[in-house]
């Protein structure tokens, strides 16, 4: 069974840029969940999508949005780069995160650079 | 405010000996708590679940406990190899978000 897949790997932007992040969950999997992770602040929520819709949303400025396909598949995009932007984002996938013992599949994770 | 809070912030270890690491977590309503191993570059890969009503939970050399009353969990590494080095990481659970603790860094030297 495939695992969450996670493109790109790695990616260098300058200030101001945008970007967008792809998530593949595994096979399934209607959960999806993106997170922030920075070497100071730990894992930060950003937001969840379950069957295509946003189900809950982290504090981050709305230069940070998401979406899900209907093949559960979901991106990120980061408007407008700051240089406090670069981290290793997450995602996780879950049959529905919201059970009592759901278990989260994370990914390797897209280390953004912000120069 | 759910909080979790994390003890140690890092650690460092001979390979061969154990280690507990702790984890304090404010959440309400409780659902669940687990315990994620993080190596470097790479995504959390989950280690243990904990509901209210379970108290112990290994996984190998590692063994999770619960204390409901108290609002306290520890990990417990049995017998440290070099691949245990890692960011270990507690998070508490309720019906709706998960709180992230800062993770432990553990280091197991040879």
């Known amino acids: 069974k495939a695992g969450v897949t996670q493109t790109p790997r790695y990616l260098i932007k300058t200030r101001g840029q945008q970007v967008t992040l792809s998530c593949s969950p595994i096979?399934?999997?209607?959960?999806v969940s993106w997170y922030q992770q920075t070497p100071g602040q730990g894992l930060q929520f950003l937001f969840e999508?379950?069957?295509?819709?946003?189900?809950n949303k982290g504090n981050f400025p709305g230069r940070f949005s998401g979406r899900q396909f209907s093949n559960s598949r979901s991106e990120m995009n980061v408007s407008t780069l700051e240089l406090g932007d670069s981290a290793l984002y997450l995602c996780?996938?879950?049959?529905?995160?919201?059970?009592?013992?759901?278990?989260?599949?994370f990914g390797e994770g897209s280390r953004l650079t912000v120069l | 405010k759910n909080q979790v809070e994390q003890s140690p912030q890092s650690l460092i270890i001979l390979e061969g000996k154990n280690c507990t690491l702790q984890?304090?977590?404010?959440?309400?309503?409780?659902?669940?708590l687990r315990w994620y191993k993080q190596d470097t570059g790479r995504g959390p890969v989950s280690l243990t679940i904990?509901?209210?009503?379970?108290n112990t939970k290994s996984n190998g050399r590692y063994t999770a406990t619960l204390d409901a009353d108290t609002k306290q969990s520890s990990l417990h590494i049995t017998a440290s190899q070099l691949s245990d080095s890692a960011s270990y990481i507690c998070?508490?659970?309720?019906?709706?978000?998960?709180?992230f603790g800062a993770g432990t860094t553990v280091t197991v030297r040879a």
């Open positions: 996780a996938s879950s049959q529905d995160s919201r059970r009592v013992n759901g278990e989260l599949f």
């Open positions: 904990m509901t209210f009503s379970e």
């Open positions: 999508y379950f069957s295509e819709t946003q189900r």
């Open positions: 096979s399934g999997h209607r959960s």
């Open positions: 984890c304090n977590y404010t959440v309400s309503p409780f659902s669940n």
């Open positions: 998070v508490g659970s309720n019906d709706y978000k998960l709180s």
